[in-house]
C-alpha cells in the first residue's frame, strides 16, 4: 500500500514564496505529480518527478528526495490566482501505475 | 494536444435510476482511463482502472454492480451509476494515460456534477 502525508491548509501573502511538503511511503515508486485544483474543477497538471533533484518551471518548482521519500512544490511571486487545492499523487510500479492521491493542500493567498 | 472530454458536465437525476458518463479521449489514444470521485473538500478517490477491450479493475469498497464502466474503445470509457442514491450525489472525474507515450501522467477531464434528489 502507499501513504502520502500533506498538510491540510496553508496561508501566504501575494508576492511571497510558499512551499508545499509531500511525504509519501510506497512499495514501488514510478514518479510524484503535482497537480492544482480549483474548487469545483479538475485537477491541472503542474509537474512530474521521477528523478531526485529540482524541477523549475516559471514561478512554480517542484522537488523530489526518492530516498526520503519527499517532495515539495514551491511557488514563488504568489498571485491571488494560486489560491487553490494542491495535490501531490505517487505512481506505484508495475501493472497499470495506479496513482494514489494525497488529501490535498489548501492555499490561501491574501493581499 | 491530450485533451480529455466528459459528458454531461452536471446532471440531476432521481433516486432509483440510472445515470451515464462518458469520458472520450480527443486527440490522443488512451490505453487506461481512471475513474475518480471527489467529495467537497476532500482529495480523489479513485474508484476503478479501465483498460480498453478488458474488465475495469474496481478499488476496494467500490461496487462494480452498482458502476458499471464500460472500455468501448481506445477514445471512449463509461461509467455508468445505477441506481443511484442521494450518497451518489460527488463530483465524478475521469483521466486518460496515452497509449504509447512511456509516461504515467494522466490527462483529466473537466468533471461531472451528479446530483441525486
Known amino acids: 500500500g502507499q501513504n502520502i502525508d500533506q498538510p491540510t491548509e496553508m496561508t501566504a501573502t501575494e508576492g511571497a514564496i510558499v512551499q508545499i511538503n509531500c511525504t509519501y511511503q510506497?512499495?514501488?515508486?514510478?514518479?510524484l505529480f503535482w497537480y492544482q485544483q480549483h474548487a469545483g474543477e479538475a485537477p491541472t497538471f503542474l509537474s512530474y518527478?521521477?528523478?531526485?533533484g529540482l524541477e523549475e518551471k516559471g514561478r512554480f518548482s517542484s522537488f523530489l528526495s526518492r530516498s526520503k521519500g519527499y517532495s515539495y512544490l514551491l511557488l514563488k511571486e504568489l498571485q491571488m490566482k494560486d489560491s487553490a487545492s494542491y495535490l501531490c499523487a505517487v505512481v506505484a510500479s508495475g501493472g497499470s501505475y495506479i496513482p494514489t492521491f494525497g488529501r490535498g493542500t489548501s492555499l490561501i493567498v491574501h493581499p | 494536444g491530450a485533451v480529455v472530454s466528459q459528458h454531461p458536465s452536471w446532471v440531476i437525476c432521481k433516486s432509483g435510476t440510472s445515470v451515464k458518463i462518458e469520458c472520450r479521449s480527443l486527440?490522443?489514444?488512451?490505453?487506461?482511463m481512471f475513474w475518480y470521485r471527489q467529495f467537497p473538500k476532500q482529495s480523489l478517490m479513485l474508484m476503478a482502472t479501465?483498460?480498453?477491450?478488458?474488465?475495469?479493475?474496481?478499488e476496494q469498497g467500490v461496487e462494480k454492480d452498482k458502476f458499471l464502466i464500460n472500455h468501448a474503445s481506445l477514445t471512449l470509457s463509461t461509467l455508468t451509476v445505477t441506481s443511484a442514491h442521494p450518497e451518489d450525489s460527488s463530483f465524478y472525474i475521469c483521466s486518460a494515460r496515452a497509449k504509447l507515450s512511456g509516461s504515467p501522467r494522466e490527462y483529466f477531464g473537466p468533471g461531472t456534477r451528479l446530483t441525486v434528489t
Open positions: 486527440d490522443f489514444q488512451a490505453t487506461t
Open positions: 518527478n521521477v528523478l531526485d
Open positions: 479501465s483498460n480498453e477491450g478488458s474488465k475495469a479493475t474496481y
Open positions: 510506497t512499495s514501488g515508486f514510478n514518479g
